[in-house]
């Protein structure tokens, strides 16, 4: 049976590897594999269940309303004023342009939820600008793949609210514990930019201080952004204070998005209509991704496979630094053939109770989690985000591209033994 899982699971990778959609692979080879341990009536029964279980989770109504959210958000202008403002305040810094990209990344991430819409969205802006400015596009290309992961690591973020729907972790904890992280890699990114400037002139662009916006245009441009800080400020100060569910949330930040469209004139009929289909496609793919996953993991589960490896890394008597280390390993090279939510289908089943043996906090744990996986959308030969950037930028190579990201790829990883050397950078807004 052990033999069976293994095959299967090695026939899973290998499809999506060729570029499958993950979430169809999943669920054929998970009920494939259960028709194979068992019989069809009981493949079938498997099938029908999970649908049915992971279908009536209250908490998968957030998913449908924050995509729409964001996609709302793109169609406002609301991505052009955040970086409108941060370069007014930045631009004059060495690598300027490239730090204001980064706080405004980080802002239209705080309302979309989704680091490919962030990536997409804020390179359109922010790449021509660059290039303007004589900036190498190395770095621009580079730069703006890799801040579009802030859009999954700020709340409210589509993959926090999937892991929580994994694990059983609250959503509301999760979107708190990943503010402190967020900020703390734009600054880190911030550093990187500027150092890799100082060092490289030719790819850091012009910075005089000359250059700096005066005081009245400065101000002027926070007025624009009033919208994003009003809206994230209202859904992270009611999941903090316990005032509204994630759920909740979500509803309000779709109704407020669609209120300030109303009132500046930013959302036509169609853009609303292409934001509602496009939320339900996106939507619909989750739900498949999460039943496939579910088929799988009960799939393995029945061949003893999973508990074959759990046993083993159990085995090992890692602890808890080991553990980290290898987890961080293995997302690396998941990261090379597999997206965000396949790495986590796959893996959280397996390791998350691990997690828990070694006392390792849940919510730590995702944030953890979604920060390795990050690391995967910027890195070859996957790496979404970089094909992303490409779009709008064609005529610079992918291996500029991804050569770009390897600074703050290294940010990253460095921001991760920080924390699991000081967990409380997570935990302390959490509280207990």
């Not at 290039?131 to 999954?152: F, N, P």
């Not at 005066?214 to 992270?236: C, K, T, W, Y």
């Not at 009611?238 to 930013?266: K, M, R």
Request: glycine fraction near 12%; proline fraction near 5%; include cysteine.
């Amino acid at each position: 049976m052990i033999g069976l899982g293994l095959a299967g699971f090695a026939a899973l990778i290998a499809l999506v590897a060729l570029g499958l959609p993950i979430g169809l692979v999943m669920m054929v080879v998970g009920f494939v594999g259960l028709v194979l341990v068992g019989n069809i009536d009981t493949a079938l029964t498997q099938l029908t269940s999970a649908f049915w279980s992971e279908g009536s989770k209250f908490v998968l109504i957030a998913l449908p309303f924050y995509v729409l959210m964001g996609n709302l958000i793109y169609h406002t202008g609301i991505a052009r004023n955040l970086y409108r403002a941060a370069s007014h305040w930045l631009g004059w810094l060495p690598g300027g342009l490239g730090i204001a990209s980064v706080f405004a990344s980080a802002g239209f991430g705080a309302v979309s939820g989704s680091s490919t819409a962030t990536a997409r969205t804020m390179g359109a802006i922010v790449i021509p600008e660059m290039r303007r400015h004589g900036y190498g596009m190395r770095l621009a290309t580079g730069v703006l793949s890799s801040a579009g992961t802030l859009g999954i690591l700020i709340p409210p973020s589509i993959i926090l609210i999937f892991y929580g729907l994994l694990t059983e972790t609250s959503i509301g904890k999760l979107f708190v514990a990943g503010i402190v992280p967020g900020l703390i890699i734009a600054t880190i990114f911030s550093i990187l930019i500027m150092v890799i400037s100082l060092i490289d002139p030719e790819q850091g662009g012009r910075h005089l201080a000359s250059d700096r916006a005066p005081l009245r245009e400065r101000i002027a441009s926070l007025a624009h952004v009033f919208p994003v800080l009003a809206i994230f400020g209202v859904i992270f100060g009611g999941l903090y204070n316990g005032v509204f569910t994630p759920t909740e949330g979500a509803i309000f930040g779709v109704v407020a998005v669609l209120i300030y469209g109303a009132a500046t004139g930013s959302l036509s009929f169609a853009a609303i209509r292409n934001s509602f289909a496009d939320a339900a496609l996106v939507t619909v793919m989750l739900f498949v991704i999460i039943v496939g996953g579910t088929l799988v993991t009960r799939f393995l589960a029945q061949t003893g496979f999973t508990g074959t490896l759990r046993d083993l890394i159990q085995s090992m008597e890692l602890g808890y630094v080991g553990f980290i280390f290898a987890v961080t390993i293995l997302y690396l090279v998941l990261g090379c053939v597999l997206d965000t939510f396949g790495m986590l289908i796959l893996t959280v089943p397996i390791l998350f109770p691990l997690a828990q043996q070694l006392g390792i906090d849940p919510v730590w744990f995702g944030i953890y989690a979604v920060i390795v996986t990050e690391v995967g959308l910027v890195t070859p030969p996957i790496g979404v985000n970089v094909y992303v950037i490409k779009t709008v930028a064609p005529d610079v190579p992918l291996g500029q591209i991804f050569l770009g990201c390897t600074p703050f790829v290294l940010g990253l990883l460095a921001f991760v033994a920080l924390m699991a050397a000081e967990p409380s950078i997570i935990l302390w807004l959490v509280g207990p």
